[in-house]
Nanobody, 122 residues
Framework: QVQLVESGGGLVQAGGSLRLSCAAS??????MGWFRQAPGKEREFVTA????????YYADSVKGRFTISRDNAKNTMYLQMSSLKPEDTAVYYC?????????????????WGQGTQVTVSS
């Protein structure tokens, strides 16, 4: 069973940047994604990337501000977040997709990290 560990969260002012990392305990020949959950809200899709990195998917709310990438040699996925807004405040989770379906579908992901808190102050 693959384990995922997120890091890089923290407190940042609006307009600032953060880089999240997701380290996997082994090779993941699959799509990987980032999701987030704000207090009182459902977990939502943020972005996803395929195994080779040739295909990426973004929620409209983060398009143009967030960039997903992965380094398969290091078994690590990244999320570069720029122009952060207070509404980006949430716990961010990385996950590995195991079932067929669109990469934005939360239910298609089998393995999840414990999450890392991102707080954007206004």
């Amino acid at each position: 069973q693959v384990q995922l560990v997120e890091s890089g969260g923290g407190l940042v002012q609006a307009g600032g940047s953060l880089r999240l990392s997701c380290a996997a305990s082994g090779r993941t020949f699959a799509h990987m994604g980032w999701f987030r959950q704000a207090p009182g809200k459902e977990r939502e899709f943020v972005t996803a990337i395929n195994w080779t990195g040739s295909s990426t998917y973004y929620a409209d709310s983060v398009k143009g501000r967030f960039t997903i990438s992965r380094d398969n040699a290091k078994n690590t996925m990244y999320l570069q977040m720029s122009s952060l807004k207070p509404e980006d405040t949430a716990v961010y989770y990385c996950a590995i997709k195991g079932a067929a379906g669109h990469p934005s579908e939360l239910s298609k992901y089998d393995y999840w990290g414990q999450g890392t808190q991102v707080t954007v102050s206004s």
